[in-house]
């Protein structure tokens, strides 16, 4: 009967063959299921390898330094359909360390008037005491202060501070550093007026030699203290920073000191007789924050220079007792640097159109050969 039906018929195949094709049937079936299983595995195994990489990575980032960080998270917010440009340049801290009498007042007027519209920040930087220099904690604290501060990113800050290297201080991205010099004369010549007489500016403020009316001639005349000439020593240590021997008048290390910084550590240093010039250089150059500064300028209106109330020419003997002493052919000695370099960036950077009027030179240099394609 078993033999009958095996060896019976069934859709024209024998029983025999019906029992091989079901056992192949069923091998196949659990080949599959192992096969199966095994693919399972094998995801499973990539997607673990996918996770150790991630934590690897994740890791890797996490040992990079954080300000980096915090940068990429920070141009990830920003919208990348945008010039690339337009990210660094918001990200940009600018360290104006102004000369007291240098028009300082003038130029921070400038940075002031502009901020709305160009929308960046102006914060100035009191430092106690009139003290131009900052021990070395406060240094720190100020240098990952302003590096760190994103909301008031991008921004200038400007205050009476001596030269600072911030490339001491390890942090990564480094303030623009800006500044304007004086004929050191002139500029002696106006702060002795202006603590005695004050200026246009806040004409009500009491300044500290008020009510002295002794002229610089007849204090140069007499060897007065307020007219010494280690009173011009003060260019020279701004731009020298916080050596000691940048403060010791007539020091022939601070001077070179001070022609290196302006050098390898200032975009640009403008010159107070050509604010106009420093501006359209500025403008040129970092669009982001100058953007119509010149424009500005010529409108004159708030950002007219500051003038000290009342000012005497000097004498030409005094002129010259001032000019044979040593600290004030020192001094000379780095502005007519800083009016030599000044000069050779504006020439470069900056001509003038048909009518006069200052312009932007024209870019002067492309890419090519490109490769790989
Ligand atoms: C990015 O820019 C595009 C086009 O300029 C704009 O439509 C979009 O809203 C912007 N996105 C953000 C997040 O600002
Ligand atoms: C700096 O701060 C001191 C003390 O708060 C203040 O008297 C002085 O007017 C400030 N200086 C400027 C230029 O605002
Ligand atoms: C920087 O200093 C200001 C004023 O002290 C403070 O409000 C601000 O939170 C500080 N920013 C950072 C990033 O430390
Ligand atoms: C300065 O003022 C005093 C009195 O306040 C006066 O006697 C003197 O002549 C004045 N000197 C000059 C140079 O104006």
Not at 100 to 110: D, E, L, N, Q, Y
Not at 202 to 213: E, I, M, T, V, W
Not at 304 to 318: G, I, S, V
Not at 350 to 363: A, F, M, P, S, T
Request: hydrophobic share 35%; proline share 3%.
């Amino acid at each position: 009967m078993i033999g009958s039906r095996l060896s019976g018929n069934f859709l024209g195949l024998s029983m025999r063959m019906w029992a091989v094709v079901l056992f192949a049937f069923l091998v196949s079936l659990s080949l599959f299921r192992v096969f199966n299983n095994l693919n399972d595995q094998i995801l499973l195994l990539t997607d673990s390898r996918y996770k150790i990489e991630k934590a690897i990575t994740k890791l890797q980032l996490d040992s990079i330094d954080i300000s980096r960080r915090r940068l990429n998270s920070a141009s990830d917010n920003h919208n990348h359909s945008g010039e690339k440009d337009k990210d660094i340049d918001d990200d940009i801290v600018i360290i104006y360390n102004r000369v007291p009498k240098t028009g300082s007042t003038s130029f921070a007027g400038v940075a002031y008037e502009l901020c709305t519209i160009n929308k960046y920040h102006v914060i100035h930087l009191n430092i106690s005491k009139s003290s131009r220099t900052l021990g070395l904690a406060d240094q720190r604290r100020f240098i990952n202060n302003i590096t760190n501060w994103e909301e008031k990113k991008p921004a200038i800050y400007h205050g009476h501070l001596a030269f600072i290297d911030f490339s001491r201080f390890g942090i990564e991205k480094l303030p623009i550093y800006i500044n304007m010099v004086r004929e050191p004369l002139d500029r002696l010549i106006s702060y002795y007026y202006f603590v005695r007489y004050g200026d246009d500016f806040r004409p009500s403020l009491k300044r500290r030699k008020a009510g002295d009316n002794e002229s610089f001639d007849e204090c140069v005349a007499r060897d007065g203290d307020d007219c010494d000439p280690e009173n011009l020593w003060v260019q020279i240590p701004y731009f020298c920073g916080h050596h000691a021997d940048c403060w010791e008048p007539g020091n022939q290390w601070a001077l070179e000191e001070a022609k290196r910084n302006l050098l390898h550590h200032y975009l640009v240093v403008g010159i107070t007789e050509e604010l106009k010039s420093f501006l359209a250089v500025l403008e040129a150059t970092l669009p982001r924050f100058f953007r119509g500064a010149v424009a500005l300028y010529n409108e004159g209106s708030k950002s007219h220079l500051r003038k000290t109330a009342k000012k005497f020419p000097p004498l030409t003997e005094t002129v010259e007792k001032i000019q044979s002493s040593l600290i004030y052919r020192m001094e000379n000695d780095f502005y007519t640097y800083a009016v030599d370099h000044f000069h050779f960036i504006r020439q470069h950077t900056i001509g003038r159109n048909e009518d006069g009027n200052l312009v932007v030179k024209d870019r002067r240099f492309m890419y090519e050969k490109i490769r790989p394609r």
